[in-house]
Structure formats: C-alpha cells, structure tokens
C-alpha cells in the first residue's frame, strides 16, 4: 500500500482526524494505536506504508548541520551483451573525500562496501508488489549483490586536506560512495551503446529494449 506524505504530516492529520471522528460518535475515549489507525482507514489488518518525504535548508536547527558534506565520486567500465542486455562491471573507481583517514584501511573497506551497496539498487534490488503486498520479501526473491558482483578491477582512492571537523581534520565517509553508482553505469551504457534506460534496477531485460529502441531510425 503506498501513501505519500511529507514530514509524516500527512498520516497525522489522518490520525487525527480519525480520532476526532470517533470521539464525536463516542466509539472510543482514548487515542487509536498505529495498527488501528492503519485497519480503519486502509480496511486491513497488516502490509506495507511507503511515504515519501523532503528537508529542506530551512528545516535544520542552529548551528545548521550538517557539519560537513560526504563526496563520493566514482567511475566504471563497462562491457554490455547486446543478445542479453547484461552489463558486466569490468572496472569500478570509487573516491571519497575524508579529510583526513585515521584508519585507511577501514576507510577504504567502508568506501568500497558502499560502492557494492550502490550495485545492489543499480542492478537488482527493488520491491515487487501484488495488490499492495510486498511479494519478495526474502532474499531468495529479493536479489542483493554477491562476491560474484564484486567488479574485475575495484579501487578505492581517499582524498585528504584534513579540513574536516573531526580528529586531525577528519570527515565521515561511506554513504557518499553509494550514489555515483548507478548513474555511473546508466551513462557508461548509454555512451558505450547509445541505449539510455532511465529507471533502475538496470535488468538485462530493461537494457535489452533499450539496445532494440536505439536500433530504430
């Protein structure tokens, strides 16, 4: 079941608006649970609630945070199967500003292990539903990357000005290295092919009808 909200504004005013509802028929004297709320206004006892929400600037309290930004860029090389529409990562580049790494090997394993999470949502993870139910809910259906995605060439480059607010000018890093991942593919695919997909997970299935559209006059 999917309801949009921002800041969760949108469920209050369900909730009490629900509340007010009943207090005015005299149903209830007390305030509904969340499993409540969600039964009488969905008309079902249990399932999936994904809302979407926003922040802004003007949100952030004083001092404004955050302290710093996470950079995280990174680059590929690819090779597409144009009979199969699969891409194989051939080479992955992942860098990441940490002001200064007091453990570099650490750092280096945290800014690599984003990069595999960034293949996970760029290549297979995503929810499949059935009449609001999420239907792959397990990880024999829901395909996350193994050490078999790990790409040929993996490298991890650590930037340092030591102009962070941490210890010795330390930054936190990790996060960062997730999103360049999967625009870093879909431009890699579409300059090596000329077939653009523009939604993820990038499936076989998808690149392959994107390779056959841009085959067209």
């Not at 209050?12 to 629900?18: A, E, F, L, P, T």
């Amino acid at each position: 079941m999917g309801v949009w909200f921002q800041n969760d504004s949108k469920i209050v005013q369900i909730r009490r608006k629900i509340n007010a509802d009943l207090f005015e028929t005299k149903l209830i004297k007390t305030a509904m649970s969340y499993g409540e709320l969600i039964h009488r206004h969905f008309a079902m006892q249990g399932g999936e609630l994904v809302g979407t929400g926003y922040a802004h600037s003007g949100m952030a309290p004083t001092p404004a945070n955050p302290l710093f930004w996470e950079i995280g860029i990174g680059a590929v090389e690819v090779s597409v199967d144009r009979e199969t529409g699969k891409v194989h990562v051939e080479k992955y580049v992942t860098a990441a500003d940490a002001g200064k790494a007091l453990h570099p090997l650490q750092c280096e394993g945290q800014d690599e292990g984003s990069a595999m999470m960034g293949f996970g949502h760029t290549f297979y993870e995503t929810y499949q539903f059935d009449g609001g139910q999420i239907i792959n809910s397990n990880l024999v259906d829901y395909k996350v990357p193994t050490f078999d995605d790990v790409p040929d060439e993996f490298e991890s480059i650590l930037i340092e000005d030591a102009n962070g607010p941490g210890p010795y000018g330390a930054k936190g890093l990790g996060e960062g290295g997730i999103i360049p991942v999967a625009p870093a593919v879909a431009n890699a695919v579409a300059w090596s092919t000329g077939a653009r997909v523009k939604s993820l997970p990038l499936t076989p299935e998808k690149v392959w009808r994107a390779l056959r559209e841009a085959k067209k006059p």
